[in-house]
């Protein structure tokens, strides 16, 4: 009798051992910052495709004594700022530019290295870069940018010029890992995954961090689920923001601006980078948390700030796939060139340097 209970034993053991190897191997190992965080699985909201990096990285790590061509204060879309950040190494915005321009380009961490620290460093005071841009995500706009400065109007720029490169280098290509990385890790994922959805699906609790939302278009992104946008739930925040806030915001932005060039050498831009809820407004359903935050800050003139947000969303309008990934809240290495492309664009007059993004320029100048 014993035996056949023991039989029965081993078999469901059997049958468990190997429904969490399935489930191991299903859910493919976690990269996105939106599954990881979220409780979702890379096999349905992973990227399929080819993703591109310079080997070795072309942007380097900001030095407070060193000498750059172009100094970018940024956050995690500009450099690795923890060690879980899905881009690859050499992948950032910041490489495609050190790329199209030739330039050496430093990267400081924004929240290591404010701008007005910078500003305050050998590497500024004793080798003033051509450019400086200070390159900021949406949703963290009203942190980043709060507090008291002097308003009295924008300043007068300084204009720069970046050429770009006769010869830049070609990126080399990689694909997202599908396999387990280890036993270890992939039951800790799997754990994880079971624990956010039997929570999600069966009490109607999402403790999460990360919202789901339907697109009207299902041809955007490269993964099995292209019709379901995944992004923070902090993006729902900006609904609070209020025109006193966005008068802050451009008065700190025209402060930076006119500091940046009194020592008339340094040209000053501002990146913003859209939130994937903005870039992909057009095609989820309304809310009072969609906003468009570089249209009120372009309003009124006179901030050196690239419309990036224009040629992102002409780009997605288009067709192109994975503009930011699916799995994550960055954009893909199809960003990161136009970016770089808008960004050198915005600094030299005449055609882009960069074919592959020429139409989505075009389009963007036509509207």
């Known amino acids: 009798m014993y035996r056949h209970y023991l039989m029965v034993l081993l078999a469901l053991c059997g049958i468990a051992g190997a429904f969490a190897f399935d489930a191991v191997v299903w859910l493919e190992p976690l990269s996105g910052d939106l599954t990881r965080l979220g409780g979702y699985s890379e096999n349905e909201f992973g990227w399929s495709g080819v993703e591109q990096k310079f080997a070795p990285p072309l942007a380097e790590p900001g030095k407070r004594d060193g000498d750059y061509g172009v100094v970018v204060i940024g956050d995690s879309f500009s450099l690795r700022t923890t060690p879980d950040r899905q ?16 330039l050496r380009v430093g990267v400081f961490d924004v929240a290591a290295t404010p701008l007005e620290r910078y500003l305050a460093s050998p590497s500024y005071r004793d080798h003033p870069p051509r450019l400086v841009i200070l390159e900021l995500a949406e949703r963290t706009l009203r942190n980043r940018l709060a507090g008291a400065a002097n308003c009295a109007g924008a300043g007068q720029p300084v204009a720069a010029r970046l050429d770009p490169m006769p010869d830049p280098f070609l990126p080399g290509g990689f694909r997202r890992q599908r396999a387990p990385r280890s036993i270890g890790e992939a039951a800790d994922q799997a754990t994880d995954y079971l624990r956010k959805n039997i929570f999600r699906e069966f009490f109607g609790i999402d403790t999460t961090l990360v919202l789901r939302l339907p697109l009207s278009r299902p041809d955007l992104f490269s993964s099995r689920r292209p019709q379901d946008l995944l992004v923070f739930a902090e993006d729902l925040g900006k609904a609070d923001w209020s025109d006193e806030d ?22 000053f831009l501002f990146v913003l980078v859209p939130d994937k809820s903005t870039a992909y407004a057009s095609y989820l359903p309304p809310a009072p948390w969609l906003i468009d935050a570089a249209e009120r800050l372009a309003d009124p003139p006179g ?22 990934l699916p799995n994550d809240s960055h954009w893909s290495t199809t960003g990161s060139r136009i970016a770089a492309e808008t960004v050198l664009q915005y600094v030299r007059p005449g055609p882009p340097s960069n074919p592959a993004v020429a139409r989505t320029l075009d389009a963007t100048a036509s509207r």
Do not use: K
Request: aromatic letters at 12%; proline letters at 2%.
């Open 87 to 102: 881009t690859a190494a050499g992948s950032f915005w910041t490489d495609f530019l050190a790329n199209d321009t030739g």
């Open 246 to 267: 966005f008068r802050v915001m451009r008065c700190r932005l025209n402060f930076y601006q006119r500091h940046v060039a009194a020592n008339g050498v340094t040209a």
């Open 303 to 324: 901030l050196n700030m690239p419309r990036l947000d224009m040629a992102l969303r002409s780009a997605i309008a288009g067709g192109v796939r994975d503009v930011y």
